[in-house]
């Protein structure tokens, strides 16, 4: 059987590559998928831009000569010849996603003019972590006019400056880039640089091939970029890997970074129904361009049916917010969702768990990161299930998720004033004043048996708490907030069993708990969690 040919690898020239450059350029024949040189399939520059649906040498023989864009100034419609070959209707023009229609045409839409239930609109200043804490974040978040630094947000920049350009200047021609093929929602093969991604940008709408959308470019080391840019205070207060992360076991992992991302989508761009990573909220803000959110909360539900929306074959030609499923005998489709549109400069807050697609009416430039949150820990843990039940491949997972974990419950076991805290706990005077001489008297809080090297520094609560919790006249904790706690902790404690039991036979899985931190008797250790949540269990 003759070994299939590599698609990503010029076959007119296999027996002699030419050397690789950024002035060469590629094309794809939209029927078998092969990329060829343009300079090896005697393709002129000139006529790049005037092909519609190119047909390699191969398939002309049974499909024809290429098909040459109209010269017509009327609209036109750009048919994917991949998917008629293959008895595909769905996908037929290449100019829209085929959902697109339908999101478009959904309603109810939350307008910001009016005092609608479906976000919550606040000022700069109002975005705090208390406000978090005290409402739990029902709903998505909007600021508009983010810009007055108010927020603690800081671009690397004046906001209009933020362009695929200033991007590509500050990271590198040559730094590679995924870029999606938004008509199939997949990765473009071979792979892209950021230089071919400007090139691509800045071409006219009308000479772009294909619709493709960047949304994975994480940029946090970048100088004048990710590295002059401040995340809105809240999320920097919220922030786990923040709080919690360090290296003990000498395995050189660097913490993750998903903190700061530039997405840039041309006009037309549509990313399907998803869950971001692990659950985590996101922050979003946009520097040039509007967006369009379509959204459901992450309601028992809701989740269930996109669990079973993903496990479909024909997932891809299947809208969610019209799935319906028969669940405990009754016929249920996903409730309550929503589109809201956000435009330049507004900041917005998904919180965690929230299900929803996304379309660009314009070019747009985002900057935008995902953080794991202490109060989101059992929403985490349910999403992170989602994705293993439905094989989410482990490069679309939240890096290290496990190994976070297991430093999380070893921090907040060391510091339960900061966990009080951290799950919004109204302390009096006397725990407070004990929680800040104890800040200021040591900048380690550990466990006396763990080398102090290893420890975590502590150095985000103080302020905070200074000015927030000042008083015994506040209202003990109700049931409910000790059942909220004590459910963070069993979730916590129930997920890092398994993985323990996991770590038995996975060397990557044992590379994941942090020893040095928590001894070697893992179960001795679990055991001193579970006695601390029963602490909260309700009487």
Not at 3 to 27: F, G, M, R, Y
Not at 91 to 114: C, I, M
Not at 474 to 495: F, G, Q, V, W
Request: aromatic share 10%; charged share 25%.
């Amino acid at each position: 059987m003759a070994k299939p040919k590599d698609t990503s690898v010029c076959q007119l020239c296999i027996e002699n590559p030419l050397d690789e450059s950024d002035a060469i350029s590629w094309i794809r024949c939209d029927i078998c998928r092969q990329w060829l040189h343009t300079i090896c399939a005697n393709i002129p520059t000139s006529q790049l831009g005037k092909i519609a649906s190119y047909h390699c040498a191969e398939c002309e023989a049974d499909h024809g000569p290429s098909h040459m864009k109209r010269q017509l100034k009327r609209a036109r419609v750009k048919i994917d010849y991949v998917a008629l070959d293959q008895g595909e209707v769905f996908a037929v023009d290449k100019s829209e996603h085929p959902h697109v229609s339908t999101f478009l045409a959904f309603e109810p839409e939350a307008d910001r003019g009016k005092k609608l239930s479906y976000i919550d609109i606040v000022s700069a200043e109002e975005l705090t972590k208390h406000y978090v804490l005290s409402t739990e974040l029902p709903k998505p978040v909007l600021v508009p006019n983010a810009d007055n630094g108010e927020s603690g947000m800081e671009l690397p920049c004046a906001r209009e400056n933020i362009t695929v350009a200033y991007i590509t200047e500050k990271t590198g021609n040559d730094e590679p880039v995924e870029v999606m093929d938004v008509l199939s929602q997949q990765s473009e093969s071979p792979g892209w640089n950021l230089g071919q991604w400007r090139k691509y940008f800045y071409t006219d709408a009308m000479d772009r091939d294909r619709i493709r959308n960047v949304i994975s470019l994480e940029v946090s080391e970048v100088e004048d970029l990710g590295k002059s840019f401040l995340r809105p205070e809240m999320v920097r207060q919220m922030d786990l890997v923040d709080k919690v992360w360090c290296d003990s076991d000498g395995n050189n992992q660097k913490r993750p970074k998903v903190t700061v991302y530039c997405l840039m989508s041309v006009a037309g761009s549509y990313t399907d129904f998803h869950i971001d990573f692990s659950g985590t909220p996101v922050y979003y803000t946009v520097c040039l361009g509007t967006k369009t959110f379509l959204m459901y909360p992450p309601s028992e539900d809701n989740l269930l049916l996109f669990k079973l929306w993903c496990q479909e074959p024909q997932q891809n030609f299947m809208w969610f917010g019209d799935y319906s499923k028969r669940i405990r005998g009754k016929k249920m489709k996903p409730s309550n969702g929503f589109r809201v549109n956000l435009h330049k400069g507004d900041l917005f807050i998904i919180p965690s768990g929230w299900i929803h697609s996304v379309h660009t009416p314009k070019d747009a430039v985002i900057i935008g990161g995902n953080y794991l949150t202490l109060r989101d820990v059992p929403m985490h843990l349910k999403i992170y299930n989602i994705e293993k039940e439905t094989r989410v491949p482990a490069k679309y997972r939240f890096p290290m998720f496990n190994k976070v974990l297991w430093l999380t419950s070893w921090y907040y076991f060391n510091h339960k004033d900061e966990f009080l805290a951290d799950t919004g706990l109204n302390l009096g005077k006397r725990e407070t004043a004990q929680y800040l001489v104890n800040q200021e008297s040591n900048q380690y809080l550990v466990n006396p048996d763990v080398k102090q090297e290893y420890a975590i520094k502590t150095e985000h609560e103080t302020i905070y708490l200074a000015q927030e919790i000042n008083d015994d006249t506040k209202e003990p904790e109700s049931t409910s907030d000790n059942d909220k706690r004590r459910m963070i902790l069993e979730s916590m404690i129930a997920h890092l069993k398994e993985h323990y039991e996991t770590s038995k036979t996975k060397p990557v899985a044992r590379k994941s708990i942090p020893f040095a931190l928590i001894g070697k008797s893992i179960p001795e250790y679990l055991e001193k969690l579970e006695n601390w949540a029963k602490e909260y269990q309700t009487i």
